[in-house]
């Protein structure tokens, strides 16, 4: 489980606890394909949920030692990300098919997010830990800028048959371009 130190910056501690990885269960309805059923998750972070590409106080963190910035309104956005993943649960959202380096990731918008819009950016995987049946990983979350563009992508799909086709190993349907 990734337990991320606190910062401090210009003497101010910046604790990042809420980002430790964490297990949380959901009992998913009964559909015409599945039963009733309690899904397992493990949920983690990137640091990319409190650090940009630019910025004043560099952080250097992780095997590949990327640099980073950290960012303090990430860093405040980010204290509210598990709740913001339990609704993406609860009300079985639709999240678009995206790619980034050729892996899979699924993009929500959470519109009006403490008074702004907010992108999640989300490795959806079979987890490999005992305790869980699908590993969630936030790769990135952020507040877009004025000049970011549209999120592009190959599709979009309701959260759970996005964990369905995860945990019965298949692969999901998109359609072709011509």
């Given at each position: 489980?990734?337990?991320w130190p606190s910062i401090e910056i210009d003497e101010t501690e910046?604790?990042?606890?809420?980002?430790?990885?964490?297990?949380?269960?959901?009992?998913r309805a009964a559909t015409q394909g599945y039963p009733e059923r309690i899904v397992r998750f493990y949920l983690e972070y990137?640091?990319?949920?409190?650090?940009?590409h630019f910025g004043e106080h560099e952080?250097?963190?992780?095997?590949?030692h990327e640099i980073r910035y950290f960012c303090s309104k990430r860093y405040e956005h980010s204290k509210g990300i598990y709740d913001l993943i339990k609704k993406v649960v609860s009300e079985n959202v639709?999240?678009?098919?995206?790619?980034?380096?050729?892996?899979?990731q699924f993009y929500y918008l959470e519109e009006y997010y403490n008074d702004t819009d907010y992108r999640l950016f989300i490795e959806i995987t079979k987890?490999?830990?005992e305790n869980s049946d699908v590993r969630l990983k936030v790769v990135s979350a952020y507040e877009p800028?004025?000049?970011?563009?549209?999120?592009?992508?190959?599709?979009?799909f309701k959260?759970?048959?996005?964990?369905?086709?995860?945990i019965d190993g298949r692969k999901l349907e998109t359609k072709r371009r011509r």
């Open positions: 489980m990734r337990i910046y604790n990042l606890a809420h980002l430790t990885g964490k297990e949380f269960s959901y009992r990137s640091n990319h949920c409190f650090t940009e952080y250097e963190h992780g095997p590949e639709f999240m678009r098919l995206t790619f980034n380096e050729h892996r899979e987890s490999n830990h800028r004025p000049e970011s563009a549209a999120v592009g992508g190959k599709g979009w959260f759970f048959k996005i964990v369905d086709a995860r």
